[in-house]
Structures are given as C-alpha cells and as structure tokens.
C-alpha cells in the first residue's frame, strides 16, 4: 500500500521519443535519471494526451501503429495498428476528431474517437511530405504543412474536404494557432523565419515574416497567454515570440539541433530534445540559460509530460 501510494504522488515522469531507436526515454523529473526505455514501433516522432488524460499515445510512423501508455506510472496500456504512417497526431479541441499526417504518404487521415477507440472517417490525399498539424479552438478546422511542396492547407473536419491551400516559405514544419483563431504561425525549416497567416477568411492570406534563426522548426507556447517558443533547428537558438504583436521578443542558445520543446508546469523551465547530440536540454526560461542535460537515445525527437504548462 505504501508503495501504491507512493507512485500515486510521485511526479509525472518526462517521456522523450528516440526516433532511431525506437524507443521512449523515461525521466525522473526530480533526479533527472533516466528511468526506463519503453520499447515501441519504429520511428515513434510526436505523442498526444488522449481527452481523459489516462494515456499518452506515441505514434511510430515506421510501424505503421499507435503505442499507449500510462502518462503517470510509464507502463504500456495497449498498441494500436493499421494507423498508415502516423507521424504527427491531435485531437480537436471537443475530443470527438484525431488526426494524423502521413509524412511518407503523402496523406492527412481524419479519425472518429469514442473515448476509446479511433474509426477512420477519411484519408486524404494532401501535398508533399505532409508534416504538423493544428486544430482550431472551435473544433472545425485542421491545418496542415506540407513539407516539401511548401504549402499550407486547411480541411474541415466536418465534412472531411480541403477547404483550401496556400504556398509557404521553405520547408514549412511546425504550426501554431492563436487562441482567438486569427493567425497562424508557420516555421520554415529551410529558412530562418516565421510566417503568419491570418485565416479568418475564405483563403489564408500572409500577414508578414518574424525573422528567428535558420531551421525555424518547432512551436510551444509559454502558457502566459501572450509568448510561444520557436526552436531553430540549425542556428541552435530559440526565439521567444509576443504572438499578441507578431514579433520576436528574445532569443537564447540551445545545443544540437533544438526539435520538441515542453515548458513546466511552473512556467520556469523548457525542455527541449536537442535532435542531433542524442540530449534533452534543460533551459531556466527567466536566463535562457542551459541548466543541465540528460542523455537519451538517438535522434531525439518529441518530448512531453503531464505536469506541463498550458498550451496558450
């Protein structure tokens, strides 16, 4: 009973996907120790909190499935397959859509979620190496990147149509949605800048260019309802941008090829997978400051933890 009850208190662990090894490091917060390797399928890149936060899921692109598993005590749940080349994931704000891009594939699959099992609504064909997804606040709307025929596009999660597209910078990667559902922000991994759309229209139409770093890759907001965090994968700095104003506010170091970020629950340190040195780094957000790093596998690539900060 004593140890029930102490695995109940003990803090989440941190869960970083090492996409060559096919495998998920486990943290210990508290000691920084890695705790555990989680076996999973091949190329586990990204993971997403299920609506009743009971499971993490890790999605493995190269095994073509889903790996659940428990965001508090690190144990496998269940592995889901036939999800065709899942590379990014989300759920829709109202947790009734889940959705995945095939970065190989070349297609956006929209599923049907009834709290416990996902049903295929449609598949997609999108653009080139579709890449990050976003959802609209109100649950209507996935967007998406294609990397390599550098387009933004929109499909209604409704109907399950493209709405539209849009062409991009180089490379576009990852993309934030501000909390009121006016713009998004567009990291362009072949080139050292954001772009911002303003998507309230029939068709997105380019607002303006925030210069960050080469290889803008990565979003995770602070949590204060003002600031997002934009890795640069190639500078290896990280910028900090005011997305109330649309512009670039504060830039710090980070080694090895900053990816996938997660901010604490307290809002005083970013985590960050630092893709090419086989590291997460640990960075005090108020110094941007490097604190300590944490040896995991190869190619790190998506981090996170249920004691995180909000996500706006």
């Known amino acids: 009973?004593?140890?029930?009850?102490?695995?109940?208190?003990?803090?989440?662990?941190?869960?970083?996907?090492?996409?060559?090894?096919?495998?998920?490091?486990?943290?210990?917060?508290?000691?920084w120790q890695v705790t555990q390797r989680i076996a999973t399928g091949k190329e586990p890149h990204h993971l997403y909190l299920?609506?009743?936060?009971?499971?993490?899921?890790?999605?493995n692109a190269g095994s073509d499935s889903l790996t659940f598993i428990d965001p508090r005590t690190a144990e496998v749940q269940r592995v889901v397959r036939g999800t065709l080349d899942p590379y990014q994931l989300r759920f829709s704000p109202d947790m009734k859509w889940f959705v995945t891009v095939a970065?190989?594939?070349?297609?956006?699959d929209i599923y049907r979620w009834d709290g416990k099992e996902l049903t295929l609504a449609k598949r997609i064909p999108s653009g080139k190496t579709p890449s990050h997804i976003w959802i609209d606040t109100k649950s209507t709307t996935a967007y998406a990147t294609m990397q390599d025929s550098d387009e933004l596009v929109a499909v209604d999660l409704v109907?399950?149509?493209?709405k539209w597209r849009v062409k991009t910078g180089a490379m576009p990667a990852d993309v934030f949605g501000t909390p009121d559902d006016k713009h998004l922000l567009v990291g362009l991994t072949g080139s050292d800048h954001v772009q911002v759309f303003d998507v309230t229209g029939p068709q997105a139409k380019w607002v303006k260019s925030i210069t960050t770093?080469?290889?803008?890759?990565?979003?995770?907001?602070?949590?204060?309802?003002?600031?997002?965090?934009?890795?640069?994968?190639v500078a290896n700095t990280i910028n900090k941008i005011d997305?109330?104003?649309?512009?670039?506010?504060?830039?710090?170091?980070?080694?090895?090829?900053?990816?996938?970020?997660?901010v604490t629950a307290d809002g005083k340190l970013l985590l960050v997978s630092s893709r090419w040195i086989k590291k997460?780094?640990?960075?005090?957000?108020?110094?941007?400051?490097?604190?300590r790093q944490v040896k995991v596998g190869k190619s790190p690539?998506?981090?996170?933890?249920?004691?995180?900060?909000?996500?706006?």
Request: proline share 5%; aromatic share 6%; hydrophobic share 45%.
């Open 1 to 31: 009973m004593l140890f029930v009850a102490a695995a109940a208190q003990a803090a989440p662990p941190i869960f970083v996907l090492n996409s060559l090894d096919a495998n998920v490091s486990v943290i210990d917060p508290v000691t």
């Open 50 to 59: 299920t609506p009743d936060e009971k499971s993490v899921i890790v999605a």
């Open 103 to 108: 970065n190989r594939l070349n297609h956006i």
């Open 159 to 162: 109907t399950q149509t493209l």
């Open 213 to 233: 770093g080469e290889g803008a890759h990565a979003f995770r907001a602070l949590g204060d309802g003002r600031h997002v965090f934009v890795g640069n994968r």
């Open 243 to 262: 997305y109330t104003k649309l512009e670039s506010v504060a830039q710090f170091n980070a080694p090895g090829g900053p990816d996938c970020m997660e």
């Open 280 to 291: 997460v780094s640990v960075i005090d957000i108020a110094t941007g400051q490097l604190v």
């Open 301 to 312: 690539h998506g981090i996170w933890t249920l004691d995180h900060a909000k996500r706006y």
